[in-house]
């Protein structure tokens, strides 16, 4: 499970721009030229990291002379105080890369650390945790990656490669079984037809349209196990509506088939990581 | 106080091309051509609104006959149930937009708010809540507008428009005075020069340099009500180091002038506000 | 059923840099300013026009004081001689938005034209006629929808919104079985998961494991019937392979559910239509 | 004569943008990380291979491990089975880059097939076979390229490169003396004019008037005999209109000495080349 | 005789992002809101005015309420102390549009009053004066528009739209008729062929080998009319090397076609304008 | 001191794509494939050469074949015939680069000897010569970078990084003192406060208000010394207005801290350097 370098360089190169602007000017006067210097990343707090090789391509790209060698994988959990992470090579490079990298890996080890949280809640339940389009603008490969790697599943990454009908859909169609039938008809074959619902009636029309997904819209575990029965396994049942706030074991036990969580990806802490760099003298 | 549209246009045409992609396969598919729709943005929490420009001008390139209208302005204080915009126009253009938009609004509303309970905390000291650079990459014009909007003010927008001496360029440069010599010298004299320092001795050679600011990093009440003894006004002094987590007002009182909190930006509680839509049939 | 105007317009302006470079050297020299011109498309031979969207806003992007007015739509039907829009405005515009308007205005047809062929051929069976991803290199979205412009359907947009498992995929995971329980682990479970297979142990392999689309590679039309038989509704059947070639209606006879054809988008021969320009002397 | 790689990444870069979107979700499943796979290159029928470049340059840009071995350069004629090129290296990267290099390689050596085929007719003749500015948006230069590579020349590469005086210029300008004037006074000295005549009565004002190159648009044999009489050396005669549906010998046999197809790029027949690919196990 | 806004806009946006950065701070914290200003351009010394509609175009990018009127045009030659324009808006973006907009019109009308100097001095001569590919890079467009605006002509605008064979091309080719006849096999027939000699051998070879255009390097104008002799209208001749020192005059009465000079660009002396801006109280 | 390679880059890269376009039609007709080349850089005239750095770039992606050695470093004075570097490789590459990569030697070695023969002028006195934001647009970072070269110090970088509060944010406000309040309150704490004055009023209210920088703007001599006077160390004085036409001595002997001079980049004249190839037979 990796990013493509295309993905991250573009978000790095971008980042390096906001950040960096017209160049590092504390950097450029007062660090002689050709200094080098190493470093430690450290852990301050507990959680599971996600972002490695994001960090690993920020300083390649922000000077492809510093090596940076990783001593965890993403997914990896760790405990405050390990060092997860050495580099060294010209300083000028390494303070220049420091703050993109470390705002990078600490929101993507946050957003892995809650989604690890959410799925050991879980555990033992056939629940699968997985996230929304609730994620920061230009940074949803790295946020949906990073849910991944906290053990989740991705719900559809954009508006063009899922189909998800909801009550407005509903209503400017007519009713669920016209707006199933219309996304059958003209949309790719190769995706499944999702529907929201808030009633059992408007569950039992949409199984008999045949829906392939049915997304139960804040509905309370009671309702929701009692959909569970009476889908009877005849479409995947997700369950969605404020769940970063409810107890999701009991959610799971509900037995639907995924639980997914805006507050993954909306309402992010970062994972508290810090460099410690030393000159090289 | 504004941000440019290029600023705007430049991130949501960039969310777009990522939320959107190829196009809207549900709504292309079930909305009928031309279908009106209306709806409400509602605070389903309170806290201070952030970003109405952004979500006004992303309704607007979703759809230039979708008609927007704000009840508060960036600022406002909000309560639960506040109906805070409408919307109307073609349904297809505002779902298209809808997800972009409320992102960014929680996002920015959601720094705006936490910016603000800050700034209450310290009121009548004569410090100020500042932000840094632990902001979202891209997304930096916009979290330190909410910062603004939110009663703070803006640390150094980048490592091009503020000189900020650390321990690691002093260590390169030899001293704090050589550091400080080397940046006086060598950048623009239109720059401030901060110097981070963590003793007294660095601080009076700081002082002695000629440093404009000087961030206490990590210093105890104590060590901070010493440290504005000392300087006695010869320069700017700034508490720094996860004062997320500190009782801000006894920060103030110690005296002095700013207070920057990485947390504000790095770690942010999305605001919840939804969208009510409703087609119009 | 339209293109954003995102999307057109990306094409359109990349298509005006490489087309008109740093500018008409003909037209600026020859054409008086403000001198205006009328002009009328017209068929040179009988096709479905698709791309009357593409060509209003590409004369719009050129000048947006020219008018053009369509007078079919896209799917209709024209005959040879049929005149199927004006265009009115300043000439030098004109001139300029020509030669792209015409390039993308023939291909589209060209492909609508070929899919309306194609669907003809196979109506009153259940099967649809599909595209592939053997599209130009930045035209897929003007070249799919062309494809449902003529009645097909669209398959998998990209490598990122379908699952396709392949001979090498199957080789790579050890087994059908193997990769399709893989591809159902770690995909978006708003993905349908589609199988290519070329035997019938392995259309019986892919059945078990939960394929939703099998793909019959190759198949003679025969062998095609059985696989229908021994799928008997338990997934959606495409026929692959040279189906430019093939008699499709004898395909769909088969009983198959989608037929996929490289050819519709990869050997595009285009539809003749031209622009009879007059100066307005 | 080859295409810069700066013209070859910006294609391939925006084809995998398009191709790969977020990721191939099926090889991300699949592929074991490190699974390694070689395959040939099939030509499945015969014709001029354009594009070895292209396609070296993709998977490079794919995944810089892959290793890939051209049997033939551009402009080979390959018979059908003919193996013209090996590859090995990481199977993703390849299954990756597969679907964009084929789209190219195909479209190119089609268009050098078919340029290569109408040179052929006219051989021993004065006359060369040139191409139009009837190509695909963003793939001039490739288009272009193919059309040297079977042996034709190139007309100019856009608006701004060449100047080409047609009926509208003329009309606006007065006449055909005036636009010539015209146009040899404002543009670079550096670029001939050509003009675009229907009759006799044109040919002779256009001689006069200096044209470097006239274009005889849709004239008969016969007529375009007479006016290589007329001429008699003055300048360069190139046949134009529906050229793609012509007797090319007879044409050429007229005397003229350029003459240009639109039909060479705008309905191009791929050539199928297969890649068949095994993975190591 | 314009620049269409494509060119414009580009310049102008990447103009903005290069001096407006982040925002216009002075401007944002001092200026309040829906302030009005209104203001004249006013020429600080004599000369030819060159890119109103450049300036036109930066402020309606920099806020589309502003009006600005040219009381001059392209091409007019003004005195000291003449308002060339007035402007009146919103201040603020007056303010952010105004450096942009005076670095752009001061280079280009400096570029075209040194031009209109030149060809005042060889009036009545049938010379040219011709520009060159000494340009600043990105400015291209707007450095050769300023030379036409003065009254010169353009030399080829880039390396792909002219053929100037030099002593490298022929030293690498054998000999200037090899090279001639490479070139005129292989570039578009459109383009005239350039060759550049430095003795009257070389003169004689390139006549012969059918040169349409002699560049005359480093020549006395002793052995430049005996160069116009030599060639006697076979072909146009061009004067080259330094030629901004050298008393153009002499140069033209050679006999020389086309007197191009880098100076004209390469060394640009800003004609000095100023804006006097009156804030609206 | 140096330029990072993410500015070189992006403004080499865009100077090819408008000198090179699609491709050296002379060299790719001319010059055999694989033909070397090697040569040398002389200075036709003394003076300060910058931009080693940056041609060193150019050549390197034009062709990375292409070695490039330099003589001398930015900074370096040199005299008429010195060698300054040399250069051997592909020959293609390196007339591809040729232009480019002098275009942009000439002007950065042009400010530089300017700025020099500035700074020379006011040796051992406390001044500093400073540049404006008279640059070209888009090559600011490299315009800035030749002053600094020179000797010369950096004014803002652009209208986000240095506050200058002029005489229309002046009237804006209503006073200096109230423009400085609001900058000081709304503008990061990072940033000095520079004002413009005309008058000793007007230096004395600056003063009162707090401003770190006074620029003294188009006063005499006479009352920059009368400035320095009432000033008493309390704010850096910044001479401006025509400086580039002042005797440069006579005004720092007045005491100002800083004289800035727009003529340095907004009227430069092009150090002459030459490339003087040979081709290897």
Redesign the interface.
């Known amino acids: 499970?990796?990013?493509?370098n295309?993905?991250i360089d573009k978000?790095?190169?971008?980042?390096?721009?906001?950040?960096?602007?017209?160049?590092?000017?504390?950097?450029?006067?007062?660090?002689?030229?050709g200094?080098l210097?190493s470093g430690k990343f450290i852990a301050k707090e507990a959680g599971v990291i996600c972002g490695m090789d994001v960090v690993a391509r920020t300083f390649f790209l922000a000077d492809d002379k510093i090596r940076f060698e990783a001593f965890v994988k993403d997914g990896d959990r760790v405990e405050k105080g390990d060092v997860i992470a050495e580099i060294n090579g010209p300083?000028a490079g390494i303070?220049?890369g420091e703050?993109?990298a470390?705002?990078?890996l600490?929101?993507m080890s946050?957003i892995a650390t809650r989604t690890a949280e959410a799925v050991e809640k879980i555990k033992r339940t056939k629940a699968?945790i997985?996230d929304t389009?609730?994620?920061?603008?230009?940074?949803?490969?790295f946020d949906k990656f990073a849910v991944?790697v906290g053990g989740g599943?991705?719900?559809?990454?954009?508006?063009?490669?899922?189909?998800?009908?909801?009550d407005?859909?509903?209503?400017?169609?007519g009713s669920i079984t016209?707006?199933v039938n219309?996304?059958k008809?003209?949309?790719?074959?190769?995706?499944?037809v999702?529907v929201e619902v808030e009633t059992f009636e408007q569950l039992n029309e949409a199984l008999e349209a045949g829906a392939?997904?049915i997304m139960l819209d804040n509905m309370t575990n009671e309702m929701m196990k009692k959909a569970v029965e009476i889908t009877a396994g005849r479409a995947?049942l997700e369950a969605s509506g404020n769940m970063g706030e409810k107890d999701l074991r009991e959610v799971a036990e509900t037995g639907v088939?995924?639980i997914s969580i805006g507050?993954l990806t909306?309402?992010?802490?970062?994972l508290d990581i810090s460099l410690k760099?030393?000159?090289q003298?």
Chains 1, 2, 3, 4, 5, 6 share one sequence.
Do not use: C, W, Y
Request: hydrophobic share 45%; aromatic share 2%; glycine share 4%.
């Open positions: 499970m990796k990013i493509d295309r993905h978000i790095v190169l971008a980042a390096f721009e906001e950040d960096i602007g017209t160049g590092d000017i504390t950097t450029n006067t007062t660090i002689p030229e200094r210097a300083a303070l220049v703050r993109t470390l705002n990078l600490q929101r946050g699968k997985a389009r609730k994620t920061m603008p230009m940074l949803r490969v991944r599943s991705n719900h559809r990454f954009n508006l063009a490669d899922g189909i998800l009908i909801k407005n859909h509903i209503a400017a169609s016209a707006a219309a996304a008809q003209g949309a790719p074959h190769t995706l499944k999702e392939d997904i995947k088939d995924i507050a909306h309402s992010v802490k970062a760099l030393k000159m003298l």
